[in-house]
């Protein structure tokens, strides 16, 4: 896990502290708990990757995070609303997010897309997504 966080340039959480647990025999022993604690209906993890330039792009505002963990039955749809919140984006701008070779659709869910499309969408234990921005010309009258 250390390595995780270092190789990602993130700051490496604390471990939690030891807890007395009962056992059935004798004394009570140390265990070190799980650092985090992760409800079980989040159980997709996500690496949301920006695809293009930002030249022309207007002015957004960069993810802070791209780790996301959310729930399986979360659609791209959903993905692409966390991402127009997160950044700010102007309504009039396309967002297109990408699996793969595949241009994703806004009712897939992301459990679907980790099925049909298998281990070579995810990288570390996570579903990669990769997400470019579409700007419509200004119609000038």
């Not at 799980?34 to 920006?50: A, H």
């Not at 695809?51 to 039955?73: A, D, Q, T, Y």
């Amino acid at each position: 896990m250390h390595d995780f966080y270092k190789e990602r340039g993130l700051e490496v959480p604390k471990p939690a502290a030891p807890q007395l647990v009962p056992i059935s025999r004798g004394r009570p022993r140390k265990v070190l708990g799980s650092v985090f604690r992760i409800p079980p209906e989040l159980d997709m993890s996500l690496l949301l990757e920006f695809i293009g330039s930002n030249e022309g792009m207007g002015n957004f505002k960069p993810l802070e995070k791209k780790f996301v963990r959310v729930s399986g039955e979360a659609t791209i749809g959903h993905v692409e609303k966390f991402l127009r919140r997160k950044m700010d984006l102007d309504p009039a701008c396309q967002v297109d997010i990408i699996c793969g070779d595949h241009l994703l659709e806004h009712y897939q869910t992301l459990r679907e897309i980790r099925q049909a499309i298998g281990d070579s969408a995810v990288q570390d234990g996570l579903l990669v997504l990769h997400y470019g921005f579409v700007v419509s010309p200004l119609t000038i009258t």
